[in-house]
């Protein structure tokens, strides 16, 4: 498998890229939240599941979904572990719930703005999460979605307002921002590129 810049192979990057301490500090930071039957949905290459699976005992299994054959395929051979398996399955599918039941925890980073349909990708997100369950979603601030996206491979980027209007359906959302290896309560005076929602069903 190739690294074209767009999914994160740790195997085959710098260990001090940015990108990929961004985006592994991520994990960790979701760590915290994970508990029971884990969805990770949008997984890549997988390589979330060594940071939330090591060492880590309220685990009892971790699933990846990713709608590419070849990255499912690279995290099957590269993070086999006892307590995940991945599968190849469409995060707009509607049965996704009915196919792979219900979560405790799900996590979802930078998946949202890939596509459009994010009223029914919540929606699924929502439907596969057990009742108290927690949602980890994050996407990358931007002028909005009726405006242009510089991003080739996003189809839009959300203000802040936006993003939140779309997670209504959850009955608690708190937003932390991201800033390099920080994420946080966003603080006044502070520009962060990212948004972190922890959100509880």
Do not use: W
């Not at 099957?76 to 707009?92: K, Q």
């Not at 219900?102 to 996590?107: L, V």
């Amino acid at each position: 498998m190739q690294y074209t810049g767009e999914r994160v192979i740790p195997k085959l990057m710098s260990p001090k890229s940015g990108i990929l301490l961004e985006h592994l500090f991520r994990y960790r930071f979701a760590r915290k939240f994970c508990r029971g039957r884990i969805l990770d949905i949008a997984c890549g290459v997988g390589y979330g599941s060594e940071i939330l699976i090591n060492r880590n005992h309220t685990i009892t299994e971790y699933v990846g979904i990713d709608n590419c054959s070849e990255s499912i395929d690279y995290a099957i051979n590269h993070y086999n572990y006892p307590r995940a398996s991945y599968f190849v399955d469409d995060a707009l599918n509607e049965e996704l719930h009915n196919i792979y039941g219900k979560f405790d925890t799900i996590i979802s980073f930078e998946t949202i703005e890939h596509f459009d349909g994010d009223t029914k990708f919540i929606q699924n997100l929502y439907n596969l999460l057990k009742p108290s369950g927690t949602l980890i979603l994050s996407t990358p601030f931007g002028r909005g979605k009726d405006h242009p996206c510089s991003n080739p491979y996003h189809v839009y980027q959300y203000t802040e307002e936006e993003f939140m209007d779309i997670l209504k359906p959850f009955r608690k959302v708190t937003m932390y921002h991201q800033l390099d290896m920080t994420i946080e309560i966003p603080k006044p005076d502070k520009k962060y590129y990212l948004m972190v929602a922890v959100c509880e069903k």
